[in-house]
């Protein structure tokens, strides 16, 4: 069964998709612009208000491309539209949040302060001492800078101290019993 494949993304008005050579896109909306270099395998091309991609053959590599390639599009057009957003908890007894200009401090129970520069494109909120919110256009970013964050003090098993992420559900261990 051999059939080349076609994945399309539908455009809302406010959304441009501009194809370079080589497979260079550049995505422009409401929320900012944002450019990634995509597989030169695939075509890609853009219709009224549709984005066409399609695979040259039905090879397994090919297909997986395929299917990645469409992915990154999507997100791109997706963080231009609405932008990505997430969320961090800190818990412990002493641990806070806070800005100064353009850089994330965090106390986390270390004998310094936890500076983080935020990257550019990215904005985060200080809900309050124990919770931010990183926002975005770039899915990858912001995943990765909250990463980062969350790296510095993972929960803890026992108590359930750390940065976690909005929502995350931390298997607690019992502690040791006195005999």
Same mark, same amino acid.
């Given at each position: 069964m051999s059939r080349v494949g076609n994945k399309i993304i539908k455009l809302t008005d406010g959304i441009s998709v501009d194809v370079q050579p080589g497979n260079f896109v =550049? =995505? #422009?909306? +409401? #929320?900012g612009e944002i450019s990634q270099q995509l597989c +030169?395998?695939?075509?890609?091309? =853009?219709e009224d208000r549709d984005v066409k991609i399609t695979r040259p053959s039905d090879t397994q590599e090919l297909r997986t491309l395929h299917g990645t390639t469409r992915a990154l599009l999507h997100n791109m057009v997706e963080g231009v539209t609405n932008g990505f957003s997430k969320g961090l908890e800190i818990e412990g007894t002493g641990y806070r949040v806070s800005l100064k200009g353009k850089v994330l401090v965090i106390a986390a129970g270390y004998s310094h302060l936890l500076e983080f520069p935020i990257p550019e494109g990215l904005t985060v909120e200080v809900l309050n001492p124990n919770e931010l919110v990183i926002k975005g256009v770039d899915k990858q970013a912001v995943g990765q800078f909250a990463a980062e964050v969350r790296a510095k003090r993972k929960p803890e098993p026992y108590l359930g101290k750390g940065i976690r992420y909005k929502g995350e559900i931390i298997r607690r261990k019992e502690g040791k019993k006195a005999k």
């Open positions: =550049v =995505v #422009k909306g +409401p #929320k +030169p395998q695939m075509t890609i091309k =853009v």
